[in-house]
């Protein structure tokens, strides 16, 4: 069993803390325990991010101080873009207008257990908001409130009124989502998280799993405009009596599959682009049809197999064992743990499954023959 996460969780950093040691300055992280040494200059741009100031404020004061502006936007962004990538961003204040103020969207969504309100403050508030409105409430008490603040050549993500991340408009929504994903893995009551497709056939889940770039997410389209439910892209959640909910988040389709995934989903070719904390350029497809958020039994765990060629997609039978390593490739148990009773669950859920091992390289030879099996 892997501790694989669905996508890669962006580095947090309000573990962190400045201090200055023999005229040296260092940077601890709780988290990654280790220490950063950093040199005046960038002491000077961190202390100034961390009391409020926006990266283009930071770069009006080093002009002002006698750096030409094109040398300081350079060193400001080289330094953010390094202390993101080591999750030791400098923690700002929380903006005054997170209190007081109307943001320019907010939206109420809910994600399997959780009540979640999205405050916008920024001008992209629509762009990422249509990654999330499919899962659209209106009406309930939140029990996250995440706020995304434009501040000039970055966004601030924060929750719950603390500080989590700074990126480019682009890397909100896959933040977000990663964030969010991270969330429901904290709070549910799952045995296991697990790393498949979900799709839902007459009250049957159809759950696939495959190595990355294996095809799930474009088999997953293609299976919604053949007639399944949609009911998760890239998460699925295990219960103690073998039962799968799915996490229906927008599926991701990465930049080398937009062509195929257009065949059946051509509105995918006008979405708007993102790129996820992996660096990978993503669109997202949101499901047309309402979404079930009850729990169903396992019908079907197929294993896909991509093929290289033209050949015709076949279907052949696993055996249990096979089906058990198939699907335990890259689950989450909760504290990282598997547990005898997800162990159980994992059990009684192939038990009553068939499962299957699916090669294709036409992606309509695949579902043609999902259609067949699952009836």
């Not at 682009?170 to 709070?187: D, F, G, N, Q, T």
């Not at 079907?300 to 033209?310: A, F, K, M, N, T």
């Not at 005898?340 to 992606?363: G, M, P, Y």
């Amino acid at each position: 069993m892997g501790n694989r996460q669905p996508e890669e969780r962006p580095a947090t950093g309000t573990d962190v803390s400045l201090a200055v040691i023999a005229g040296r300055n260092l940077v601890f992280s709780e988290t990654r325990q280790r220490v950063y040494e950093l040199n005046d200059t960038a002491a000077d741009i961190w202390n100034s991010l961390r009391d409020g100031s926006e990266p283009d404020g930071v770069v009006d004061e080093m002009v002002e101080q006698g750096l030409d502006r094109k040398t300081a936007e350079s060193y400001v962004r080289s330094m953010c873009g390094e202390w993101n990538r080591l999750g030791i961003q400098p923690v700002p204040p929380i903006p005054k207008h997170l209190t007081q103020g109307k943001a320019q969207l907010f939206q109420e969504i809910k994600l399997t257990n959780l009540q979640i309100g999205i405050r916008f403050w920024t001008a992209q508030a629509h762009v990422c908001a249509q990654v999330f409105r499919h899962l659209e409430i209106k009406g309930a008490k939140p029990d996250i409130l995440v706020d995304v603040v434009d501040r000039g050549s970055e966004h601030q993500i924060f929750m719950n009124g603390q500080w989590i991340n700074a990126c480019t408009a682009e890397e909100v929504a896959p933040i977000l989502k990663a964030r969010l994903m991270s969330k429901v893995l904290e709070s549910g009551e799952h045995e296991l998280a697990l790393h498949a497709a979900s799709l839902v056939r007459n009250k049957r889940v159809l759950l696939i799993c495959g190595a990355p770039n294996a095809g799930k997410t474009t088999l997953t389209l293609a299976l919604m405009h053949g007639g399944f439910g949609f009911a998760g892209d890239d998460l699925a959640l295990l219960d103690s009596n073998g039962r799968v909910t799915g996490v229906p988040f927008a599926a991701a389709v990465k930049k080398g599959a937009w062509p195929l995934a257009a065949g059946y989903c051509p509105e995918l070719l006008d979405s708007p682009t993102f790129r996820r904390p992996d660096r990978k350029r993503v669109r997202y497809v949101a499901p047309h049809e309402p979404i079930s958020a009850r729990s169903h039994p396992v019908g079907w765990i197929v294993l896909l197999r991509r093929l290289r060629g033209d050949g015709q997609a076949v279907l052949r039978p696993l055996d249990m064992v096979e089906a058990l390593r198939g699907i335990m490739e890259g689950a989450d148990a909760r504290h990282h743990r598997l547990t005898k009773s997800a162990f159980a669950a994992l059990l009684s859920a192939i038990e009553d499954a068939q499962c299957l091992c699916l090669s294709f390289s036409r992606l309509e030879d695949a579902v043609a023959r999902l259609q067949e099996v699952c009836r």
